[in-house]
């Protein structure tokens, strides 16, 4: 809980994230920084490559400003990438232009060796750096946001060495050496506790905690690969930081959410696009704020599907603590005029 | 139901179907006959090409009962693929090596003009031979599943020209076009229904549906494009063939396996992998028989995961119709020895 004298102007994902009753439904967009905007690809080019644009303070502070010029938004999400902490902890990362990130793997309790937090927040400075300026630079009710990957889904890409569809290294080292996995989990939750707690004090002021292949664990998987380690990670970014809200997101998880939210010690969820809002509204609202849940391709598409989805997800979720915002990231396809239009739905329905 | 005096020998898969309390727990597995086994791909390279394999009823027959050879499994299901209907009903499809399906993308209603239903049943009579020669040649407790895609997945693949992770472009065309898509999707449970209700004829004893890309569809979409046309199909099938059983499979659906359940008329569901056991056994066996959920990435590494895994299946279905089966395809990568192992360790649950 934050006490209401410390702000000087109420901020609603703040007020909704600390059971309060917010001025307006907070709104905000996974991805609403990319390069659906020409002025993202125009200060994109100005970097050497994605990584140099993470690393590079005045370039990252420019693109997460970018939406914020154009869209009524509650928050800001800090740019940067759940790929950075691999980085940081010497694994080789690179991002080639239409293949997405290419890892040099990690396969093997050898492999961790080369593998450390030494260099840390030498390596992760620059993200430092670019939260104190957002936080210096956005207007009081607007939210900062920090976030990181949840050790899962991280472990995923440093074992398979790029995104895979069915996370088959990552499980097979899982399933067959968990003792030694558990010693890469391990490291992530306390290289990633540190790094939320260093973005708490260069301004950040809730975290995302993105698992976005979650939802693909059976479920006793599911409690010792995502709910576990998010559970440590959490607390140890508390004991430090007691008053961060944090929100979860393990995309994909249906009715394993509901495990989620008793077990990680999250202050809100992220739903993806597929889950049942009757669903969420009964099982996951009654304990804690939802955040979600519009289809990408609904934005995509504009018009009449836009403000029908739109509707649908305020009648399953008005009645209770909601952020409104995606059930996962903003496509390149996406017009930016339909954010537009978006934001301009999310207001009438608070009669703004 | 069926009529046991009919029944010359019980089959567990029909048993479990219809209601019966089973002689054993019926197993088979998804691909069970594929690229994981030495003798699949020596048949395979017999072929031209992938769909001559599937159009060729002499190779497709022995690589159905490759598996069956090897393992004491409960059922064969007929070597095809999803994407014979689009084949059938005109489009473009190829399947190229390490690149998976191809074909000429339909996107509009202009491009529905190209496809129609005249040439179906010549087209698809080598599955149906397939299925004629199976019928005679398995051996009578054991089960013939004939199969077919979902209108909604076939769709994705047909709209898109390939597999797509967020299928951007079937939903951007159903999104903005709804009334336009609508016609692709009911000239898919037409053909469909004419095909299954053909695999019935033929010998199929049991039918499944595949919707693998239906589980990242919004609530209102998900009945809309997934329930609905299944349901149409299911009621067209039932009407002609109103004792067979059918196995749906909404990949991925969450929750929404319940409104899957209660609303489209199958006999059985398939669930995935990441699905809750304890919600699944709370909230959809109580109604219906329950299929699955193995981690193929257990099957994959074997030994103590793959046991444990096992273990927790039985301990959280055991109590109500249970099938067991992955809960997603076997992979390439899987050893045919663990396979075996898997057979024993459920042989072994029911004391045999």
Redesign the interface.
């Known amino acids: 809980m934050i006490s209401e004298d410390k702000v000087p102007l109420r901020k609603p994902l703040l007020d909704v994230l600390s059971g309060l009753e917010p001025t307006r439904t907070p709104l905000w967009l996974m991805r609403q920084a990319g390069r659906y905007l020409p002025e993202y690809r125009q200060t994109r080019s100005k970097a050497r490559d994605f990584l140099d644009l993470c690393y590079t303070p005045e370039l990252a502070v420019e693109v997460t400003l970018q939406p914020l010029r154009r869209y009524d938004l509650d928050a800001a999400i800090m740019f940067a990438d759940i790929l950075l902490i691999p980085d940081a902890l010497g694994q080789n990362v690179a991002f080639r232009e239409g293949e997405g990130p290419v890892l040099e793997p990690v396969r093997g309790r050898d492999a961790l060796a080369g593998l450390n937090t030494e260099g840390l927040h030498q390596k992760l400075a620059p993200v430092y750096e670019t939260l104190r300026q957002l936080a210096q630079r956005l207007p009081p009710p607007m939210t900062l946001i920090g976030f990181a990957g949840a050790p899962w889904t991280v472990a995923t890409y440093m074992v398979e060495g790029r995104g895979s569809?069915?996370?088959?290294a990552a499980?097979?080292w899982a399933?067959?050496d968990?003792i030694g996995f558990d010693v890469l989990i391990q490291l992530l939750v306390d290289a990633t506790a540190e790094y939320l707690i260093a973005q708490v004090d260069a301004g950040a002021e809730v975290l995302q905690l993105f698992d976005t292949w979650a939802?693909?664990?059976?479920?006793?998987?599911?409690n010792r690969w995502c709910i576990q380690p998010t559970a440590d990670l959490i607390r140890q970014v508390k004991a430090a930081r007691p008053d961060v809200p944090i929100i979860g997101f393990p995309r994909?998880?249906?009715?394993?959410y509901g495990?989620y939210v008793e077990a990680t010690g999250v202050n809100g969820v992220s739903i993806d696009?597929?889950?049942?809002?009757?669903?969420a509204a009964k099982n996951l609202q009654k304990k804690i704020a939802v955040q979600g849940?519009?289809?990408?391709?609904?934005l995509?598409?504009g018009?009449d599907?836009l403000k029908?989805?739109t509707d649908?997800i305020f009648a399953a979720l008005a009645g209770g603590p909601h952020i409104f915002n995606l059930?996962?990231g903003i496509?390149p396809?996406t017009p930016p005029e339909h954010v537009a239009e978006l934001v301009s739905l999310v207001r009438s329905q608070d009669g703004q």
């Open positions: 569809p069915n996370q088959a499980k097979s399933y067959t968990p939802g693909n664990l059976p479920p006793s998987q599911f994909g998880a249906g009715p394993l495990d696009t597929g889950l049942s809002l009757a669903w849940n519009l289809d990408p391709l609904a995509v598409a018009g599907i029908s989805e649908k059930g996962h496509v396809e």
